[in-house]
């Protein structure tokens, strides 16, 4: 007896961009910031915004590797130099 596999329709519903807080220490410059978080290795691009009491980071990851937890992967790779990441 032959088991047919059902399939949906194929498309995966992907989240590509995670949107994150980051409460920078004040000597922390945008460009800094925006230099240590695309050399992440998951990391494919990001999009800093300036706020008044931080910065908001759009952040996507390559598909295969997004991790479970950006903010927890972010704060876990920045280190304390850097400020702290607080998920949006």
Do not use: C, W
């Not at 980051?22 to 800094?32: A, I």
Request: charged share 30%; net charge positive; hydrophobic share 40%.
């Amino acid at each position: 007896m032959n088991k047919k596999n059902k399939k949906g329709s194929g498309a995966k519903k992907v989240k590509l961009h995670k949107l994150l807080f980051v409460d920078p220490k004040n000597t922390v410059s945008m460009d800094e910031l925006a230099d240590r978080l695309i050399a992440l290795k998951l990391v494919q691009e990001i999009f800093l915004a300036d706020h008044e009491k931080g910065y908001v980071v759009k952040v996507r990851f390559f598909p295969e590797k997004e991790p479970r937890s950006a903010a927890g992967y972010v704060s876990g790779q920045l280190s304390r130099d850097f400020g702290i990441v607080v998920k949006a």
